[in-house]
């Protein structure tokens, strides 16, 4: 009896509605999860994770990361361990090409550190597929960027980053001669809620690791955080009296804000501005600009951007593909507004449309199983938020739906913004996983170095 059915198993899954979803970021992963728990533990579909790394963290972390005040094992999530765990298969690699008409998307094969070969070239079959690649930096083609400059596109860039802000503490400290015009020096080019909240953490994280015993810097006089930021103010995308609250706490902070200084070139030991002015700076890093992944661009003729976004349909179907879905950073859906004037809006880059997209989602793979119509999402702006590290959250609540800007700060927004990772996390583990394991990092918090030293 047991043979038999172990036999006729696979024939039963291949039988399924196959669901493959490529990208295993913030809503791509609470998509992943959420179907296994509702559909593959029942057996109504066989759903497939494709991604090219073998773990999870919440992008819009990966500033703390840098900074070091974040330990990347308690948040972590085990993309094999979370497919057992949640009904969905896993599969690593990297998406390389897309055939609709076999209705196969090729996985490139993977390597390890040393150059071993782990997997080999794949296809894999698919009747419902979902894009949700996420973003990356746009350097615009400038000049020195991928010489010189660092990303903040992952958690091996974030490491990096990490790693030589401390060598670089050291190394200050242990040697005899004076300090070079650049040394200790931080460029960030990009004053986004990226670049913001990266230059708030750095000034705590910096003076935290001279604290442990490098009494041979002077963070005040030799730490230098250089926010640089092509438009006429910080977080241009959000509104101006949020922007100058923010730049305010950062000058108070001591970060020097260059605002309307674009970016000609970035050098091995600094930046030059299209002024010829020149920052020195040991580290530099790239956050300005976004863009989708450069594969998909013109992909299987699927429809995209000048950033190389899939169009989509505002039920998230690609405009040239029903079978082919598409949301969060990689997605260019249409969000209607009133006072547009008549151009088209899409849905902005951020975390919370990527978690609505991802329950919308959802509701559209049951009804596109039931064979029902398929329904238009609609974007809900809730605000924005910025944290400043331990000085403070600022952010405006309920934009979008009140028609006005509710301005917040302090405690309450910086509850706020911790609530957005929360729901982030109750999607991936449920209530009780959540609840006892920010209760163990509360208590650990405080038997350990507040930034990471190696």
Not at 144 to 154: D, H, I, K, P, T
Not at 333 to 357: D, I, L, N, Y
Not at 389 to 408: A, C, K, P, Y
């Amino acid at each position: 009896m047991c043979a038999t059915k172990a036999a006729a198993s696979p024939s039963a899954s291949s039988k399924l509605h196959k669901i493959i979803i490529v990208g295993g970021g913030a809503g791509g992963l609470e998509l992943a999860t959420t179907l296994g728990n509702k559909l593959g533990k029942k057996g109504l579909a066989d759903i497939t994770l494709i991604d090219k790394t073998r773990s999870h963290i919440w992008k819009p972390k990966l500033h703390e990361i840098a900074a070091g005040s974040m330990d990347i094992g308690i948040h972590e999530v085990d993309f094999l361990a979370q497919g057992h765990w949640h009904h969905f298969h896993y599969r690593i690699g990297e998406m390389t090409g897309l055939d609709r008409e076999k209705q196969e998307v090729t996985v490139a094969a993977f390597f390890d550190e040393e150059g071993e070969q782990v997997t080999p070239q794949r296809r894999f079959h698919y009747d419902t597929l979902i894009m949700a690649v996420g973003s990356q930096t746009n350097d615009f083609g400038t000049p020195g960027v991928q010489e010189y400059a660092m990303r903040l596109e992952s958690v091996q860039d974030a490491r990096r980053f990490n790693r030589r802000l401390v060598n670089a503490c050291i190394r200050a400290h242990a040697q005899r001669t004076p300090l070079q015009p650049d040394q200790l020096q931080v460029a960030i080019i990009g004053a986004g809620a990226t670049g913001v909240e990266l230059a708030a953490e750095l000034h705590r994280t910096t003076r935290e690791v001279v604290a442990y015993g490098l009494d041979r810097i002077n963070p005040d006089r030799d730490i230098r955080l250089n926010l640089i930021e092509a438009a006429e103010r910080v977080l241009p995308a959000l509104p101006e009296r949020l922007s100058k609250a923010t730049e305010g706490l950062l000058r108070d902070l001591g970060v020097l804000v260059h605002n309307q200084a674009k970016v000609a070139e970035v050098l091995p030991h600094g930046v030059r501005l299209a002024d010829d002015r020149v920052i020195p700076a040991e580290l530099v890093v790239w956050a300005a600009g976004v863009k989708a992944p450069d594969f998909l661009k013109d992909i299987a003729q699927l429809e995209t951007n000048r950033i190389n976004q899939l169009l989509v349909k505002p039920t998230l179907q690609t405009t040239r593909d029903d079978n082919i879905f598409a949301m969060g950073d990689c997605a260019a859906c249409p969000w209607p507004q009133a006072s547009t004037g008549g151009k088209e809006v899409f849905v902005p880059p951020r975390a919370q449309a990527a978690h609505q997209q991802a329950s919308h989602m959802f509701a559209q793979i049951k009804r596109r199983l039931a064979g029902k119509a398929l329904k238009d999402y609609r974007y809900r702006d809730f605000g924005s938020l910025v944290s400043l590290g331990e000085f403070s959250t600022v952010g405006n609540m309920m934009g979008g739906l009140i028609g006005g800007s509710l301005m917040i700060e302090g405690t309450f927004a910086r509850m706020m913004y911790l609530s957005l990772y929360k729901m982030h996390e109750l999607a991936l583990h449920g209530f009780p996983k959540v609840a006892l394991e920010t209760l163990a990092r509360m208590i650990t918090r405080r038997t350990e170095p507040h930034v990471k030293l190696h």
